[in-house]
């Protein structure tokens, strides 16, 4: 299972950082991605990493304000949000890939975690 937390209310220009903490099973060998979701729209991809934490992805809109990491002793992954806009505003959701390759794909992944609202106020 995949937690997500650490969503939250912040003003615009502010900070916060999601966990996804993984149990159930060695996660070591799988990539994890976010997802945001805001109503009336599709799930998007946020940000990724391999297996290994040696490669990370990022959607155009969030390169240089987010930064994505691991800690497999953990089996933690960390979204470090900065600068935050009021777009930003979603739902945040990690998600699991067995390949550890990492993707922007929604359909790569297999594991999902429940979501975190991100408020970002203007």
């Known amino acids: 299972q995949l937690q997500a937390c650490g969503g939250g209310l912040v003003q615009a220009g502010g900070s916060l950082r999601l966990s996804c903490a993984a149990s159930g099973r060695t996660w070591v060998n799988y990539a994890v991605g976010w997802f945001r979701q805001t109503p009336g729209k599709e799930r998007e991809f946020v940000a990724a990493?391999?297996?290994?934490?040696?490669?990370?992805y990022y959607a155009d809109s969030v390169k240089g304000r987010f930064t994505i990491s691991r800690n497999n002793a953990k089996n933690t992954v960390l979204l470090q949000m900065n600068s935050l806009k009021p777009e930003d505003t979603a739902v945040y959701y990690c998600?699991?890939?067995?390949?550890?390759?990492?993707?922007?794909?929604?359909?790569?992944?297999?594991?999902w975690g429940q979501g975190t609202l991100v408020t970002v106020s203007s």
């Open positions: 998600a699991a890939d067995r390949l550890g390759r990492g993707s922007s794909s929604l359909s790569v992944y297999e594991f």
């Open positions: 990493i391999n297996w290994s934490g040696g490669s990370t």
